[in-house]
């Protein structure tokens, strides 16, 4: 079974160019989520989807970030425009959430940005 | 989500067992205990998770200690590929919304 997906996994930009990620998720995972890492410091949680539905994007700045999950699969993460303090690593994940207990999430290898 | 302590790094000799502990105390009672690994420049790698009882698979094993307070993560005979850092999570059930809070894990150096 394919994992999470995520492309490019590199990017260099100019500073307040836009730059976009995209993740395929695990087939018939029904939650996407991305997350931001700084160096040295656990993920961070950007947004959340269940299927189409944006369900925990409290995280997500957004004056320059955003994101879409148009048909409950694919994801695509956009951020314009970009500024030196976004340079990290952008990562996806997917889980199966059923109605309740653990649901594991998965995780792609990331995309690491870097705004010059 | 109730947060976690962990040491920031350590050691463990090739070949030796690695017991890497967690402090969540205070843990709900709903709670799962999860452990990810991060290998240098790849994503988090899931390991194992548990609830109450002590789990075992064919990365790990996890102990939860009676009163859920603390956990320790066993991997039994280290190797350098598992040289990683290593997150202790603590996180409600799926339905509740709750999300995952990883911290800054400890920084595990297998030793040759």
């Known amino acids: 079974e394919a994992g999470v997906v995520q492309s490019p996994r590199y990017k260099i930009i100019e500073k307040k160019q836009p730059v976009a990620f995209w993740c395929n998720p695990i087939?018939?995972?029904?939650?996407l989520y991305w997350y931001l890492q700084n160096l040295g410091q656990g993920p961070e949680l950007l947004i959340r989807y269940e299927n189409e539905e944006a369900v925990d994007d409290s995280q997500l700045p957004k004056d320059r970030f955003s994101a879409e999950r148009l048909k409950g699969v694919d994801s695509t993460l956009k951020i314009q425009p970009a500024e030196l303090g976004d340079s990290a690593v952008y990562l996806c994940?997917?889980?199966?959430?059923?109605?309740?207990?653990?649901?594991?999430?998965?995780f792609g290898p990331g995309t690491r940005l870097t705004v010059l | 989500d109730a947060k976690t302590t962990q040491p920031p790094s350590m050691d463990c000799a090739e070949g030796r067992a690695a017991n890497l502990p967690c402090n969540h105390s205070?843990?709900?009672?709903?709670?799962?205990v999860y452990w990810y690994r991060q290998i240098h420049s790849q994503g988090p790698q899931y390991i194992i998770h548990?609830?109450?009882n002590n789990e075992t698979n064919e990365m790990a094993s996890l102990i939860i200690t009676e009163d859920r307070k603390s956990s320790t993560l066993i991997l039994p005979h280290a190797t350098l590929r598992d040289t990683a850092v290593y997150y202790c999570i603590v996180r409600a059930p799926a339905n509740t919304g709750n999300q995952f809070y990883f911290g800054t894990g400890t920084s595990l150096t297998v030793i040759p």
């Open positions: 205070t843990i709900s009672g709903n709670e799962y």
């Open positions: 548990g609830l109450k």
């Open positions: 994940a997917s889980s199966l959430q059923g109605l309740a207990g653990a649901d594991t999430q998965y």
């Open positions: 087939s018939g995972h029904n939650t």
